[in-house]
């Protein structure tokens, strides 16, 4: 995402930190190793320049979860592009996670005399909310990082999921396929299958960007959580839509009590059945299934 928008890690650091006046973000070739024997690569390093010349560096990492390996090398990437830039070079980490986020902030000890490398760590709760769909449409990098961050079983985060499902079709062709392989693989296992689910319940209205979404769906009619739509024709249209929204509320991870399965089999009304659906994808309590029938 950097190397597309390398402008997005300017856009994260916001007002916390001093950055020099520029008129533009240039990306740079991420290759920060010696000459030789070792290598050493960051996820993407950003050149701010004025005039046409550079007067500020990042080295970027996105960091999903505690590596020790890192502490020893990052400085090694920083003072690097230090040296090849000549301009003061600082440190960017972009972490999906809170617990990865304060392990990766701890200042870097360089050696007895009170030297330290400081991360600039982007977090969970620095990473902007983005609220519109149509803001994601036109900053689709942000909006990736920002659907990592955010989405998750609450309302809040379910929200967060309709809007990034709403914005990727309107996004450009490549773009869509790639933001939404990257989102998804970023995702914890739970949030990946609420997706999954949201997606089986939006069917044959949403249309899939990339092989993965293509492939995903076809695993959920694989593993029967769309199957009782394929067989509404053989035993009826209400108990087919009775076990895709069964196979939707599992997939969803929720324990489904007998009383609740008791009372979809017994439903005869497709449609609502079929509206019950979409909401199974979207609640975060199995006994707000039916509330609007208090």
């Not at 240039?26 to 920060?32: E, F, H, N, T, Y």
């Not at 379910?158 to 309709?162: F, K, M, P, R």
């Given at each position: 995402?950097?190397?597309?928008n390398p402008h997005l890690a300017v856009d994260l650091l916001d007002d916390r930190y001093a950055i020099p006046d520029y008129d533009e973000v240039?990306?740079?070739?991420?290759?920060?190793g010696e000459c030789p024997p070792t290598e050493y690569r960051a996820d993407a390093v950003i050149s701010l320049t004025r005039r046409g010349e550079p007067v500020y560096s990042l080295v970027v990492e996105i960091q999903l979860s505690d590596d020790s390996v890192k502490r020893w090398s990052w400085p090694a990437y920083v003072a690097n592009q230090r040296a090849k830039s000549r301009t003061p070079t600082d440190l960017l980490v972009i972490c999906p996670n809170d617990e990865t986020a304060r392990w990766a902030a701890q200042p870097i000890e360089l050696g007895r005399a009170g030297s330290y490398l400081f991360p600039h760590v982007v977090g969970p709760?620095?990473?902007?909310l983005v609220h519109?769909?149509?803001?994601?449409?036109?900053?689709?990098?942000?909006?990736a990082l920002s659907v990592i961050a955010h989405a998750g079983p609450g309302d809040a985060g379910?929200?967060?999921?309709?809007r990034w499902l709403a914005a990727v079709p309107r996004l450009d062709g490549d773009e869509a396929g790639l933001y939404f392989d990257y989102v998804y693989l970023q995702l914890s296992k739970p949030i990946q299958q609420?997706?999954?689910a949201m997606m089986t319940a939006m069917g044959a209205t949403y249309e899939f960007q990339s092989e993965l979404g293509r492939r995903l769906f076809g695993r959920a009619k694989e593993e029967g959580w769309a199957e009782g739509k394929a067989e509404g024709k053989a035993e009826g249209k209400a108990e087919g839509e009775a076990k895709a929204l069964l196979t939707v509320l599992r997939a969803c991870g929720f324990q489904v009590p007998a009383g609740v399965v008791d009372r979809i089999n017994a439903c005869t009304d497709a449609d609502r059945l079929n509206s019950l659906v979409a909401r199974a994808a979207t609640i975060t309590d199995i006994d707000r299934l039916f509330d609007d029938e208090a």
């Open positions: 995402m950097f190397t597309r240039v990306q740079l070739p991420s290759d920060l709760s620095q990473i902007p519109t769909v149509e803001h994601m449409v036109g900053n689709p990098e942000l909006a379910t929200e967060v999921l309709n609420q997706l999954e």
